[in-house]
């Protein structure tokens, strides 16, 4: 599966921003999807993760209540919700999609698209 992903910008702390991510292919229900960022000077690290079929989802604690995940299989394309940003959200996100909804290793990336979270 090929991932795009899109909706990146710069926006004020406390706005929200949708993130999409379109796969490419008749497979894409058979992945579980996730959502890593990169902050400048800083790993790479967890954000969200669903399952194929959007049953389950897991959080990194720093987004919990905040970010929301999502997909619609139909249309072959995973989103992430992202309310209340904070100037620490800023950072280059990417979407990732393994066949093992608990994989630490992704097997699928997408290229990143940058969010801006400014003061």
């Known amino acids: 599966v090929q991932l795009q992903a899109s909706g990146g910008g710069l926006v004020q702390a406390g706005d929200s921003l949708r993130l999409s991510c379109a796969g490419s292919?008749?497979?894409?229900?058979?992945?579980?999807m996730g959502w890593f960022r990169q902050a400048p000077g800083k790993e790479r690290e967890f954000v969200a993760v669903?399952?194929?079929?959007?049953?389950?989802?897991r959080y990194a604690d720093s987004v919990k209540g905040r970010f929301t995940i999502s997909r619609v299989n139909a249309k072959n394309t995973m989103y992430l919700q992202m309310n209340s940003l904070k100037l620490e959200d800023t950072a280059v996100y990417y979407c990732?999609?393994?066949?093992?909804?608990?994989?630490?290793?992704?097997?699928?990336w997408g290229q990143g698209t940058l969010v801006t979270v400014s003061s």
């Open positions: 990732a999609a393994d066949l093992n909804y608990s994989s630490d290793e992704y097997s699928h």
């Open positions: 292919g008749r497979t894409f229900s058979s992945y579980a």
């Open positions: 669903i399952s194929q079929y959007g049953s389950s989802t």
